[in-house]
């Protein structure tokens, strides 16, 4: 039966179940759902059952990301069911899990704009929240719910940062339809 972490049968060093893991997440990354398959069975077979749900539920978010945006509640869910099962039901949700993301299409857009965030908050950049939308009084925030489409062209980024740009859209199939939305809405041509 499998732990929750302590009796893993490893090599001695480690450096085989981090291999895995990371063979898991790669395999699922290039959709090769046969080896992710296979790294998860490593995985479970060695005594690991928190690893890969943990590796799993980044993947979800990750790697799928916005071309499938419910991967994450699937990995929410299939791997709470894996550690409430216990071995060995647990390998079913999970091995359903696997094959899913492998499947999925992929994306890291979201994930690449925030580190993009991330790197002009590093450089110190975004000095405050524009007054409109600071609290209590919220002056000259124009609500957009107000407006049709619940949308109003209006600045939200820090004003040293109102150009910056960090998400771009994915070229898969949810995030094009997203695109093409946002982009009737706000007025803008191909």
């Not at 759902?33 to 060695?46: D, R, V």
């Not at 002056?139 to 940062?161: A, C, I, M, W």
Request: glycine fraction near 8%.
């Amino acid at each position: 039966e499998l732990s929750n972490g302590s009796g893993m049968r490893f090599d001695r060093d480690g450096n085989e179940h981090y291999d895995l893991l990371s063979g898991l997440q790669k395999s699922i990354r290039g959709s090769d759902e046969n080896a992710a398959l296979y790294y998860l069975a490593k995985l479970l077979h060695g005594g690991d059952l928190l690893s890969p749900c943990r590796r799993l539920l980044v993947i979800a978010s990750e790697d799928i990301g916005c071309a499938y945006p419910m991967a994450i509640s699937l990995a929410y869910s299939a791997t709470e069911s894996a550690k409430q099962l216990g071995m060995p039901e647990a390998a079913i949700p999970l091995a359903n899990l696997v094959t899913i993301l492998a499947t999925a299409p992929k994306s890291n857009t979201s994930y690449m704009a925030y580190h993009g965030a991330m790197e002009d908050i590093s450089a110190g950049l975004g000095i405050s929240v524009p007054k409109h939308l600071q609290s209590p009084l919220f002056e000259g925030y124009l609500y957009p719910h107000d407006y049709e489409n619940d949308y109003v062209k209006q600045t939200y980024l820090p004003n040293d940062l109102s150009d910056r740009k960090y998400y771009t859209f994915g070229s898969n199939k949810t995030e094009q339809a997203a695109k093409a939305y946002w982009d009737a809405i706000k007025g803008k041509k191909n």
